[in-house]
């Protein structure tokens, strides 16, 4: 970050940086939205995870309710714009976490949670376990939807944001910049 606003020009000029923060939390909630509504009996597919119901036909409804009331919270969260320090809060009140951690090292472990395989050695990597932990403790269907995800092709889920990222930013913030301040822009 540092050298890129120190070295990167255009035009002689220093160039502004747009950051969305927590992105990758936000991105993973647009996804889970979508299996939400597959929950609720919309037949939808992702770029690259099916959206398959992995719940009994007739326990739907129970999952599907179970479903919103965690994405309220999970929203809260990313609305919030803390979502990491709110994982490592909950985190670092884990039994094998015995101190306060820092937000880049939750970011970190946070991501490799999500974009690694679904099994990983807990004593090599503490805190990613204790981020699952908080996962499990707080958000158990959602877990269930991420490991689902995983499933077949633990980078599928990985694939599946960086698609969504990249239709946020190409449909949206691209246009926006376009319009809104007439300026170039690069990716």
Not at 27 to 56: A, H, Q, T
Request: hydrophobic share 35%.
């Amino acid at each position: 970050s540092d050298i890129r606003k120190s070295c990167v020009v255009c035009d002689g000029k220093p160039v502004e940086e747009v950051d969305i923060k927590s992105s990758q939390g936000s991105f993973l909630y647009l996804i889970f939205k979508k299996w939400k509504s597959v929950m609720d009996g919309n037949r939808e597919e992702c770029g690259f995870v099916r959206l398959d119901p992995f719940w009994m036909p007739d326990r739907a409804a129970w999952f599907s309710e179970r479903m919103g009331r965690e994405l309220s919270e999970y929203s809260a969260v990313i609305r919030d714009r803390r979502l990491y320090e709110w994982f490592g809060k909950e985190a670092s009140e884990d039994s094998d976490i015995d101190r306060e951690l820092p937000r880049d090292e939750v970011k970190k472990e946070w991501i490799s949670f999500l974009f690694s395989s679904r099994h990983f050695d807990e004593r090599k990597h503490p805190v990613r376990g204790a981020i699952r932990r908080v996962w499990r403790d707080r958000f158990p269907t959602l877990l269930m939807c991420i490991d689902e995800m995983k499933k077949m092709n633990y980078a599928a889920l990985a694939y599946e944001m960086q698609n969504t990222e990249s239709e946020f930013v190409f449909g949206r913030v691209c246009p926006a910049i376009e319009k809104e301040i007439g300026c170039d822009y690069c990716t």
